[in-house]
């Protein structure tokens, strides 16, 4: 659990410091793609049904290539002052969530499976076990860990505020999102990886990553309630140190 916490203290600090203010602007205007098979990006005024308007973000691939709304939620954002600002505001939601999720899960194994591993940090090395007590051994230590990484998620979330979300003292109201902002693109991208908005790249990018966030959230789930009921790690008991490849390993 330290480890996912640690990962998610240096994606923060990397997303509030590594953007620069032309980055912020490119994302509050990029553009919201349409697939589908004969597929063109579309300029087109957003629709005013939340289904309609669910239909033109990415997300959707098989094996529910319709909208999966099971609870009927889509009908409830049209019920709703603004349906579409609804919609967005759960996307966000979503995608926020399925990142942090899959770090999560990450950090899960990572730091079950190679607390012995002589490359691995592990703060005095006696932070063991599963995962959801990794918290409770660190502060047992009196070790600085809470103050950093709430300022660190301080200055993400305060970044993707800034980016995204307007002033509900501008008269659009409380947890609004910006009319031209598309959910979850913050400009973060040092790689350069993703494609141009607009193509068909881009939005089959998307879904790639709302998937695996989706599948992110169910998993970590799964983990901290199984660790919960039977007390131990998730994948037998860690990686042995020969079982890596030496070139990772500073043997003495």
């Given at each position: 659990?330290a ?5 998610n ?10 953007t620069?203010p ?10 919201i793609?349409?697939a589908?098979?004969?597929y063109?990006?579309s ?25 999966f709304?099971?609870?009927?939620l889509?009908?409830?954002a ?12 759960w996307?966000?939601a979503e ?5 942090v999720?899959?770090l999560?899960?990450l950090?899960f194994v ?14 005095d ?8 007590n990794h ?6 230590r009196?070790?600085?860990?809470w ?27 409380f ?5 031209d902002?598309a ?21 089959d ?8 966030g ?13 660790e919960l009921v ?5 994948f037998?008991?860690g990686?042995a140190?020969?079982a ?9």
């Amino acid at each position: 659990m330290a480890t996912v916490m640690a990962l998610n203290s240096s994606l923060a600090a990397r997303c509030a410091f590594g953007t620069k203010p032309a980055q912020k602007q490119q994302a509050r205007t990029s553009q919201i793609a349409k697939a589908g098979p004969n597929y063109s990006p579309s300029s087109s005024k957003t629709p005013d049904s939340a289904l309609e308007y669910a239909k033109t973000l990415p997300g959707i691939s098989d094996p529910f290539p319709e909208i999966f709304d099971p609870a009927n939620l889509l009908a409830r954002a049209d019920g709703s002052v603004r349906p579409v600002d609804e919609v967005k505001r759960w996307r966000e939601a979503e995608i926020t969530h399925g990142r942090v999720s899959m770090l999560a899960a990450l950090g899960f194994v990572v730091g079950e499976q190679l607390e012995d591993f002589p490359a691995f940090l592990n703060v005095d090395g006696h932070i063991t076990g599963p995962a959801i007590n990794h918290f409770q051994q660190v502060e047992a230590r009196g070790a600085i860990f809470w103050e950093p990484l709430l300022f660190a998620i301080a200055l993400a979330e305060g970044y993707r505020v800034n980016v995204g979300w307007e002033n509900p003292a501008g008269g659009s109201g409380f947890n609004t999102l910006y009319n031209d902002y598309a959910p979850g693109e913050l400009g973060f991208d040092p790689l350069g990886l993703c494609p141009p908005d607009g193509s068909q790249e881009k939005y089959d990018m998307q879904t790639k990553e709302l998937n695996n966030g989706r599948l992110a959230m169910i998993g970590i789930a799964g983990f901290v309630a199984q660790e919960l009921v039977d007390g131990k790690v998730i994948f037998g008991s860690g990686v042995a140190a020969d079982a890596v490849p030496g070139a990772l390993i500073n043997q003495s």
